[in-house]
Every structure is written in structure tokens, then in C-alpha cells.
């Protein structure tokens, strides 16, 4: 499956700023994830969507927001408030009848 | 939540070599996937496998989910195989994944 793109690809921000991520599907995707990675780590859940209009708060919410206006869309912003954004973040969608989860590329973010 | 752990955390190994990658999941599942992370961070499906044995050309892996374990085999490996290993698991009560540490293969030629 090749069908989530995350974008941009790399992105630097300034202390204070917040920063939007993209993360769009055309695979039919009811529910999206997204999942943060800091270096040498695995994989820790944001936010979940199971259906449009509606997200959950994963294990590290705290400091981002998210929406799902469109199914086959859901951003990630980055706020101010969140206190160590330098990561790499990484967007999937689920496949429906296994549970089956494909990410996008990434997007690695730099805080300077 | 569920607990999932990796081992080894790090492994190297000769080109040509063959290898067992272990995943510890600490309550019953309804997913079990592995992925290998490319140098570049992209994350790359290799098993959706929450119960049984399946193969993919050199790679195998099993799991039982009864004793709450999932092996990932590597066989005649390669240079190209070097990355992370990420065993990931959803547990009956939910469909979010959780990941383990990741094993770290590194394959000299």
C-alpha cells in the first residue's frame, strides 16, 4: 500500500511557533493514527481518529491538536505548548477488515 | 496498557548469516504486525500476524498467541536487511498499536 502522504518531508520551526503537519490518505481509511518517534526509541501514539468528526487522545497528546474534517485528511499541529517537538512523526491509516495499519514516509521535524 | 518487548535490542551479523528476532506481548491480542524501519525512517510492513506461521521469500515469521510471543526469521541475510525491527501489538480491548523498543540488525558484508 502506497497510498499515505505526509508532508513536508523535513521541516524547521522556531521556538514559540507552531507548525501544521499533513497526512493524507486515498486508501479508504475510516481510522488514522498519529504516532511520534524520538532517536534510537520506537513508536509512541498522539492522536487517533476512527471516523470523521471525531479523535482520541493517545498516550502523548499533550501539546498538539489535531482534526479530521475529511476522511481522507488528518493534520497534526504542533503547538507551542508542546516542550521537546524535535522528532520524527509518522502518520497510518488502518485497513478496515484486519486491523492492519500502513504508515506514510514521515515528516521530521527540527526545532531551532 | 500492553507491554511489548524486543530482544535482542541490537544484533550483528555476517552477510549470509541467519537470525531470530524475539516479541513478549504481555496481555492477548487481535494484531501483531512487523515492520522494518529503513535507514531513511520508513516504517515497511512485513507480517500482519496475530496467530500461525507465514513466509515471505527469506523472511518467516510465528506467533503464538497463547504463550504471548512472535518470532520474526531471517534467513541467508543481507546487507539491504540493516535497520530497525519494530514488533507492534493491539490488544483485544482497543485497535491502537503498541509498539516495542525495535531491534537494531546491522549486516556487514
Known amino acids: 500500500d502506497g497510498g499515505i502522504t505526509q508532508s513536508p518531508k523535513y521541516l524547521f520551526r522556531k521556538e514559540g511557533q507552531n507548525v501544521t503537519l499533513s497526512c493524507e490518505q486515498n486508501?479508504?481509511?475510516?481510522?488514522m493514527y498519529w504516532y511520534r518517534q524520538d532517536p534510537g526509541q520506537g513508536l509512541r501514539l498522539i492522536y487517533y481518529s476512527q471516523i470523521v468528526n471525531d479523535f482520541q487522545k493517545g498516550d502523548i497528546a499533550e501539546g498538539y491538536s489535531v482534526s479530521r474534517e475529511k476522511k481522507e485528511s488528518f493534520p497534526l499541529t504542533v503547538t507551542s505548548a508542546q516542550k521537546n517537538p524535535t522528532a520524527f512523526y509518522l502518520c497510518?491509516?488502518?485497513?478496515?477488515?484486519?486491523?492492519?495499519?500502513?504508515f506514510g514516509e514521515g515528516s521530521r521535524l527540527t526545532v531551532l | 496498557g500492553i507491554q511489548v518487548e524486543q530482544s535482542p535490542p541490537d544484533l550483528i551479523l555476517q552477510e549470509g548469516a541467519n537470525s531470530t528476532l524475539r516479541c513478549n506481548f504481555s496481555d492477548s491480542v487481535n494484531n501483531l504486525q512487523w515492520f522494518h524501519q529503513n535507514p531513511w525512517g520508513q516504517l515497511i510492513n512485513l507480517f500482519y500476524i496475530p496467530s500461525g506461521t507465514k513466509q515471505n521469500g527469506r523472511l518467516s515469521a510465528t506467533t503464538v498467541a497463547t504463550e504471548r510471543y512472535s518470532l520474526l526469521y531471517i534467513s541467508s541475510s543481507q546487507t539491504t536487511d540493516s535497520g530497525v525491527y519494530f514488533c507492534a501489538v493491539a490488544g483485544n480491548a482497543g485497535n491502537m498499536l503498541t509498539f516495542g523498543g525495535g531491534t537494531r540488525l546491522m549486516v556487514k558484508p
Open positions: 486508501l479508504n481509511h475510516d481510522a
Open positions: 497510518a491509516g488502518r485497513r478496515a477488515n484486519t486491523g492492519e495499519l500502513f
